[in-house]
């Protein structure tokens, strides 16, 4: 049995070290303090006898567990980023330690009133009796994605602890700067080396997914005329009007908070406005690549037409994709997500096959030449002061990693 103690000091001491990355920067890693958790990370590996340990100029890391058998087996691969999100402060991480939770409020904070309930959060009675780990209310998690990389560690090293459970060569890749959307840019899918790999960077216990949306991102600029307001009559032209004009012209009830499932949206995540310019910024996402295409072409009619309305280019709209959907990459190779259900089922976990609302790595390593499934880390309300995990998720997660292992290794027999 992997030990919840073990797995909770090591879960601990990933997510105390802070690594926010930064959309902002042009550096890899786009933050310095990345550099804690990774050399930390790549010191750890060595420690518990991987093999081949690397991490290379930008912090990237990868290590082998080298075959048990003396047949040919595929290599497999699993891959977790160490950063964290910068949509909420991941500094001075203090972790919670809730035993046998009861079903009721947890107080993260009585100070300032922050609680989690599960009259909001309904998740949360999954996991009745169950040790979770919450924040304390004034930062994020961080177990998206140190779940994951405590999870792969902990297999590591319960293989290695273990012999006679028989597997191939099994190769870890950890990454950075994966919740800005660059954690695969820089990945060397040549050198790592693997058939196929797995992702552990999904949410709930049994989510196991090999579809994400496709992705874009718009920058949104709107010019408009400043002049003294006191003598501006048919002079001024304030940005600010126009864009919301920009706004109120696109589905109102295609956004994140209106949908689910396959269907997809657009979301406005910034506004930086005055009255000589504004610029929005926007993310598109859909399952489907015709409907993906479509949402980026009512962006740029709506830019032509508002700009016909005003007789003049008042409207730029720079559209770039991002990542795409990895069922393309994943449906010719499916016995790969065959052999991740059915460790589930001989481990007494129900799959749950489902599309991602979002992307990992995996989407933009299956373009890049490694197929890579999203199996489920355990977190749950991740980039947020609510988020938290059952530590009995994660010993399930390092027992999947397990069994896929050696279900690999048994199928060439």
């Keep these: 049995m992997i030990s919840k103690e073990h797995i909770i000091n090591r879960f601990v001491s990933y997510v105390t070290v802070d690594t926010e990355s930064d959309p902002k920067s042009e550096t890899t890693p786009s933050t310095e303090k990345q550099w804690d958790l990774a050399n930390k990370l790549a ?20 290590a082998t567990l080298p075959s048990n058998v003396n047949y040919h087996v595929p290599v497999i691969g699993f891959v977790s980023h160490f950063d964290t999100s910068p949509d909420f402060t991941g500094a001075n991480v203090k972790p919670q330690i809730i035993e046998k939770y009861d079903g009721k409020d947890i107080v993260l904070n009585a100070a300032e009133n922050i609680v989690l309930s599960p009259d909001y959060f309904e998740d949360l009675l999954q996991y009745k009796g169950q040790t979770l780990i919450t924040t304390d209310g004034t930062t994020l998690l961080g177990a998206d994605d140190k779940a994951g990389i405590t999870e792969i560690v902990s297999a590591m090293e319960y293989l290695i602890n273990h012999p006679e459970i028989k597997h191939g060569a099994i190769r870890v890749g950890f990454t950075p700067d994966e919740e800005i959307g660059r954690g695969a840019h820089k990945f060397d899918v040549e050198k790592f080396g693997a058939d196929w790999a797995y992702t552990m960077d999904g ?48 589905p109102r009830f295609e956004t994140p908070e209106h949908t689910e499932g396959y269907q997809g949206f657009f979301h406005l995540s910034s506004v930086e406005g005055k009255v000589e310019e504004t610029t929005l910024e926007y993310i598109i996402r859909d399952h489907d690549l015709g409907h993906f295409e479509a949402r980026k072409e009512v962006l740029r009619k709506l830019t032509d037409e508002l700009n016909s309305q ?41 799959p749950l096959i489902k599309p991602i609302r979002g992307g990992t790595d995996g989407s933009q390593l299956s373009y890049m030449g490694l197929p890579c499934p999203n199996i489920f880390a355990g977190g ?30 048994l199928k060439q027999q």
Excluded at 337 to 342: K, S, T
Excluded at 392 to 402: D, F, G, L, N, Q
């Design 43 to 62: 010191e750890e590996l060595k420690a518990i006898g991987m093999e081949d340990v690397t991490i290379d100029e930008n912090a990237y890391i990868m």
């Design 380 to 409: 749950h309300n991740f980039h947020g002061r609510y988020e938290y995990v059952p530590v009995e998720s994660m010993i399930k997660a390092t027992e999947v990693i397990c069994k896929i292992a050696e279900l690999t290794a």
């Design 310 to 350: 005003y007789g003049r280019e008042v409207i730029t709209t720079d559209i770039k994709d991002q990542y795409f959907n990895m069922r393309e990459k994943v449906e010719p190779v499916m016995h790969i997500v065959d052999i991740a259900e059915e460790a589930m089922k001989q481990l007494d976990i129900t």
């Design 203 to 250: 949410s709930q216990i049994g989510e196991l997914e090999y579809e994400n949306f496709n992705a874009a991102g718009a920058v949104v600029k709107v010019k408009g005329k400043i002049v003294h307001p006191g003598y501006a009559k048919g002079k001024m032209v304030n940005s600010m009007y126009i864009a919301q004009e920009f706004i109120n012209s696109l």
